[in-house]
């Protein structure tokens, strides 16, 4: 299609907006609590957060970065009215017979600092992602998929992270404990998107099949703060 003609926005490509902000809401509020896995130490977000990369794979490589680009924007915007909402909720007078308020704030209250890191981490690794799948898929003219969706991960999911613990963490541990951290969490999230390799061959088939689309950003400028 016309590199220069956005595809209409369809049922199909609602429901991946949807389940996108969903998932990313959902993982920052599971992500207070810490697990951990073979020794390593984890958010529980780590269960969730992965799919919304996956997700950004399949919308990009559909719909083009521009539609992408659309999705991941309003997951931020999604994600600011979660946080604003808590925050006035925790201002809220509490009923006389509530106990739970240092709960609320221990689960959905957010330091400044965490906000940025997270906010931050997101936005530029989401964008990331999908610049780099974009221009793979022009690169490769559109053969190898897993080519893209892997090294797209690779780097999308090392700058989310690095942005992440190093705002969120930089005076908290050692320069050790941090690359250990940053390694630990970008090596989970990057095997996490080479096992889901198959499932996302087959539904960015499906999508492609049903929504007759297959677009490629050859003269598109990828400039990721444009929202029109």
């Given at each position: 299609?016309?590199?220069?003609?956005?595809p209409r926005i369809?049922g199909?490509?609602?429901?991946f907006?949807?389940?996108?902000?969903?998932?990313?809401?959902?993982?920052?509020?599971?992500?207070?609590?810490?697990?951990?896995?073979?020794?390593?130490?984890?958010?529980?977000?780590?269960?969730?957060?992965?799919?919304?990369?996956?997700?950004?794979?399949?919308?990009?490589?559909v719909?083009?970065?521009?539609?992408?680009?659309?999705?991941?924007?309003?997951?931020?915007?999604?994600?600011?009215?979660?946080?604003?909402?808590?925050?006035?909720?925790?201002?809220?007078?509490?009923?006389?017979?509530?106990?739970?308020?240092d709960?609320?704030?221990a689960?959905?209250?957010?330091?400044?600092?965490?906000?940025v890191?997270?906010f931050?981490?997101?936005?530029?690794?989401?964008l990331?992602?999908?610049?780099?799948?974009?221009?793979?898929?022009?690169?490769?003219?559109g053969?190898?998929?897993?080519?893209?969706?892997?090294?797209?991960?690779?780097?999308?999911?090392?700058?989310?992270s690095?942005?992440?613990?190093?705002?969120?963490?930089?005076?908290?541990?050692?320069?050790?404990?941090?690359?250990?951290?940053?390694?630990?969490?970008?090596?989970?999230?990057?095997?996490?998107?080479?096992?889901?390799?198959?499932?996302?061959?087959l539904?960015?088939?499906?999508?492609?099949?049903?929504?007759?689309?297959?677009?490629?950003?050859?003269?598109?400028p990828?400039?990721?703060?444009?929202?029109?």
């Amino acid at each position: 299609m016309n590199p220069t003609t956005p595809p209409r926005i369809t049922g199909i490509y609602l429901s991946f907006a949807v389940l996108f902000v969903a998932l990313l809401i959902t993982s920052n509020i599971i992500a207070v609590k810490i697990i951990e896995v073979g020794g390593r130490v984890l958010p529980a977000a780590i269960i969730l957060f992965p799919i919304t990369y996956i997700l950004g794979d399949v919308l990009t490589e559909v719909y083009g970065f521009r539609m992408a680009r659309r999705v991941i924007w309003l997951g931020f915007l999604g994600n600011a009215v979660a946080v604003l909402g808590f925050w006035l909720g925790g201002l809220l007078p509490s009923a006389p017979f509530w106990q739970g308020q240092d709960s609320y704030e221990a689960i959905l209250g957010f330091t400044p600092r965490l906000l940025v890191a997270s906010f931050g981490g997101y936005l530029v690794g989401e964008l990331t992602n999908a610049l780099v799948l974009s221009r793979l898929k022009v690169a490769t003219r559109g053969r190898w998929l897993w080519v893209r969706t892997i090294g797209s991960t690779l780097v999308g999911q090392g700058v989310d992270s690095s942005v992440f613990i190093t705002i969120a963490f930089i005076s908290v541990f050692t320069g050790g404990q941090l690359l250990e951290l940053l390694i630990t969490q970008w090596l989970v999230k990057v095997a996490y998107e080479t096992l889901a390799t198959p499932l996302t061959y087959l539904v960015v088939a499906y999508v492609k099949r049903k929504e007759g689309l297959d677009v490629y950003d050859a003269k598109l400028p990828l400039n990721p703060f444009t929202i029109r």
